[in-house]
């Protein structure tokens, strides 16, 4: 739901507006027709290949981007093995195929789409990005570290409505232009999930709820996010008779025993409350 992709729900379409390798802009849709565990069909929309197709190196680019925020590769074999053994409803989570967070082709995006979920509205964060994307100006497509740096915070806060985000971003965008923030040890951390929150969190604007989401994006689900639909799903749901509000500490210890599959845990326990 955030720019540049888009989805058709009636179509049940995902579309991504991507810019390969050799700096063309393609746009591409996503479908699985033949419903959960079947091949996904992807077909050009827009720029680039919209009329000639594309080259074999650029189907490779594509499904490569594709496979990444999709996270074909990730394996869950470990945490269904934990939802059978906790009874329901987490032995709904293997055969309804939930486990794989969405994420953006590249961990830059989804830094900066976590920042614009800090203390406002998921209209509010809709927006900001949306914004981002226009004020870059760069053929739909998310701006690169660089581009981003380039508009500068004045512009980001006034014209993108990023408030006071706006000089987190800018600095974030700064630092990663310059390669002075390196994504790809994150990407391959082999170090404890302490030691990576550490590092996250030196990120200005990134808290501990952002922090949580950004250790979640790199396939570890130590943390949970603690925000107000945590607090009030929990609260609903295992406290419902408390007569004083449970704390933090006492809610997050509901989650305690899934370990290293905390996260993941707390949000097959929200999804399946809204889809039951």
């Given at each position: 739901?955030?720019?540049?992709?888009?989805?058709?729900?009636?179509?049940?379409?995902?579309?991504?507006?991507?810019?390969?390798?050799?700096?063309?802009?393609?746009?591409?849709?996503?479908?699985?027709?033949?419903?959960?565990?079947?091949?996904?069909?992807?077909?050009?929309?827009?720029?680039?290949?919209a009329?000639?197709?594309?080259?074999?190196?650029?189907w490779?680019?594509?499904?490569s981007?594709?496979?990444?925020?999709?996270?074909?590769?990730?394996?869950?074999?470990?945490?269904?093995?934990?939802?059978?053994?906790?009874?329901?409803?987490?032995?709904?989570?293997?055969?309804?195929?939930?486990?794989?967070?969405?994420?953006?082709?590249?961990?830059?995006?989804?830094i900066?789409k976590?920042?614009?979920t800090?203390?406002?509205?998921?209209?509010?964060?809709k927006?900001?990005?949306?914004?981002?994307?226009?004020?870059?100006?760069?053929?739909?497509?998310?701006?690169?570290?660089?581009?981003?740096?380039?508009?500068?915070?004045?512009?980001?806060?006034?014209?993108?409505?990023?408030?006071?985000?706006?000089?987190?971003?800018?600095?974030?965008?700064?630092?990663?232009?310059?390669?002075?923030?390196?994504?790809?040890?994150?990407?391959?951390?082999?170090?404890?999930?302490?030691?990576?929150?550490?590092?996250?969190?030196?990120?200005?604007?990134?808290?501990?709820?952002?922090?949580?989401?950004?250790?979640?994006?790199?396939?570890?689900?130590?943390?949970?996010?603690?925000?107000?639909?945590?607090?009030?799903?929990?609260?609903?749901?295992?406290?419902?008779?408390?007569?004083k509000?449970?704390?933090?500490?006492?809610?997050?210890?509901?989650?305690?025993?899934?370990?290293?599959?905390?996260?993941?845990?707390?949000?097959?326990?929200?999804?399946?409350?809204?889809?039951?």
């Amino acid at each position: 739901m955030l720019a540049p992709f888009s989805g058709d729900y009636e179509r049940r379409e995902l579309e991504y507006r991507y810019r390969l390798p050799g700096g063309h802009v393609t746009q591409v849709a996503l479908r699985q027709p033949g419903g959960r565990g079947k091949p996904l069909v992807a077909r050009v929309t827009g720029g680039r290949g919209a009329r000639a197709g594309l080259s074999p190196p650029e189907w490779t680019a594509v499904r490569s981007a594709v496979g990444h925020f999709l996270r074909v590769d990730d394996d869950l074999q470990p945490f269904y093995t934990r939802c059978r053994e906790a009874g329901e409803p987490f032995v709904h989570a293997e055969r309804t195929g939930f486990g794989r967070l969405m994420r953006s082709p590249t961990l830059f995006e989804d830094i900066v789409k976590i920042l614009a979920t800090t203390n406002t509205t998921w209209a509010g964060t809709k927006s900001m990005v949306a914004n981002l994307v226009a004020l870059a100006d760069d053929g739909g497509v998310f701006p690169a570290p660089d581009r981003v740096a380039a508009i500068g915070a004045k512009r980001l806060r006034k014209d993108g409505r990023w408030g006071y985000r706006a000089e987190s971003l800018a600095a974030i965008a700064r630092t990663t232009a310059s390669r002075r923030l390196d994504f790809d040890r994150w990407e391959s951390w082999d170090g404890s999930t302490e030691e990576l929150e550490a590092e996250i969190l030196e990120l200005p604007g990134i808290g501990p709820y952002a922090a949580a989401h950004v250790l979640a994006v790199l396939g570890r689900y130590d943390r949970i996010g603690l925000d107000t639909v945590f607090r009030g799903f929990v609260k609903k749901k295992y406290f419902p008779k408390a007569r004083k509000p449970p704390t933090d500490k006492r809610m997050l210890k509901i989650y305690d025993k899934w370990g290293e599959w905390r996260a993941l845990a707390y949000w097959f326990d929200l999804w399946y409350s809204q889809e039951s």
